[in-house]
C-alpha cells in the first residue's frame, strides 16, 4: 500500500504534467506594416496543436482579415481566428490556400461558416480535392476527437493564371506557382511591404520534406523566383520569420544539394544505396529539427526522381 507522502508526491507531478502539456494557443507576431504571423511547433501534428505545427499569416486591410492558410482542422482554425481576434476586430473577409497539405487548408470550412471567401490557384484546389480523403484520416491518428466537425472545402472558383494580382482594402497581393512540396502549391508576395509568405517552400529551423509527390526540380525553381523578388522578410512554411539569407542557407544550399549532387549521381546511374551512404552526414544541414529522420529519404526520393529523366 502506499505511503500517504508517495500519493501526495504522485498527484503533484499529474499535475505538472498537465500544466506542461497545456493547450497550444498561437500568437501573432509583427513582421510588416498590416502584415503577421504565426508561428508553429516544429515538431509533429497532436491533440495539444490541433495540427497547427505550420506557419501562417495574416493582412489586416480596411476592409477586413486577409488570411493565409487555416489550418488543419475546425479547432486549429477557431484557434488561428481567436489570435486574429487578438490583433484586430475586422473580420476575416478572405482566406488564401499557399498549398495541399492538410495544415494548409483543412480550416477553410470554419471561416466559410464565418463569412470568408476561399481563394486558392487552380491546380492547388485540385490537389487539395485529390487528397483530401487520405489527409482526414491520417490526421485521425494525431487528434482524434478533435478532428470532429472538420470538412474539407476547397475553393470553389479558383483562379487562373500565374501569377494572380488581388487587392482588398488597398493592400495588393500576388499568388505564384511553386509546385514544390505538393502539386499547386503556390506563394504569397506582398510587394508593398516586400514579404513573401512561402507555404512549404521555405524551411527553417528545420530540415525541409521531400515527399512522393514533391519536385526537387521544381522546389529549386521556385526559390530562385523567391530570390529575384529580393523579400526583406520571409514568412516560411516551418520555423521563424526569416530573411533571405536565412533561406538560402536551410532550404536553397539544401534543394540545390539535391539537384546538383543527389541528381548527378542518379543520372550518372550510381548505385542509389552507395550514393545515399557517401552523403548521409551533411555538416551544413545536421542542426536542423528532423535531419535524422528526414535525410535519407530526401535523398532517396530525389535520386528517384532525377534517375526517370
Not at 472558383?157 to 514544390?180: C, F, I, K, M, Q
Request: hydrophobic fraction near 45%.
Amino acid at each position: 500500500m502506499l505511503k500517504p507522502v508517495f500519493v501526495a508526491l504522485f498527484a503533484s507531478l499529474i499535475v505538472c504534467v498537465g500544466l506542461a502539456r497545456a493547450d497550444y494557443q498561437p500568437r501573432a507576431e509583427p513582421v510588416a506594416d498590416n502584415v503577421y504571423a504565426l508561428v508553429g511547433p516544429l515538431g509533429q501534428r497532436s491533440t495539444d496543436n490541433d495540427g497547427l505545427n505550420a506557419n501562417y499569416a495574416f493582412v489586416v486591410t480596411a476592409q477586413g482579415v486577409i488570411l493565409i492558410d487555416s489550418g488543419a482542422s475546425r479547432l486549429g482554425a477557431e484557434k488561428l481566428a481567436a489570435a486574429i481576434r487578438a490583433v484586430t476586430p475586422q473580420p476575416v473577409r478572405w482566406v488564401i490556400n499557399t498549398g495541399s497539405q492538410d495544415h494548409r487548408w483543412l480550416g477553410n470550412d470554419y471561416f466559410v461558416s464565418k463569412g470568408a471567401q476561399i481563394v486558392a490557384l487552380k491546380r492547388t484546389a485540385a490537389t487539395q480535392t485529390q487528397f483530401a480523403e487520405q489527409h482526414l484520416a491520417s490526421l485521425e491518428r494525431f487528434l482524434g476527437d478533435r478532428l470532429a466537425g472538420t470538412k474539407a472545402n476547397p475553393a470553389p472558383h479558383p483562379l487562373d493564371g500565374d501569377p494572380v494580382t488581388l487587392t482588398l482594402g488597398g493592400e495588393t497581393l500576388e499568388l505564384r506557382y511553386t509546385d514544390a512540396h505538393f502539386p499547386g502549391d503556390a506563394l504569397v508576395w506582398l510587394p508593398k511591404q516586400k514579404v513573401a509568405v512561402t507555404g512549404d517552400l521555405v524551411y527553417v529551423d528545420r530540415l525541409l520534406g521531400v515527399m512522393p509527390w514533391s519536385s526537387v526540380k521544381k522546389a529549386r525553381q521556385a526559390f530562385r523566383l523567391l530570390e529575384t523578388l529580393q523579400p526583406a522578410r520571409i514568412v516560411p512554411g516551418h520555423g521563424r520569420v526569416c530573411d533571405l539569407a536565412q533561406a538560402r542557407r536551410e532550404t536553397g544550399d539544401y534543394d540545390d544539394f539535391l539537384a546538383d549532387t543527389i541528381g548527378a549521381a542518379a543520372r550518372d546511374m550510381q548505385p542509389m544505396s552507395a550514393v545515399l551512404d557517401r552523403y548521409a552526414d551533411l555538416p551544413a544541414f545536421r542542426h536542423l529539427e528532423n535531419y535524422t529522420d528526414l535525410h535519407r529519404a530526401n535523398m532517396n526520393r530525389a535520386f528517384v526522381e532525377f534517375e526517370s529523366e
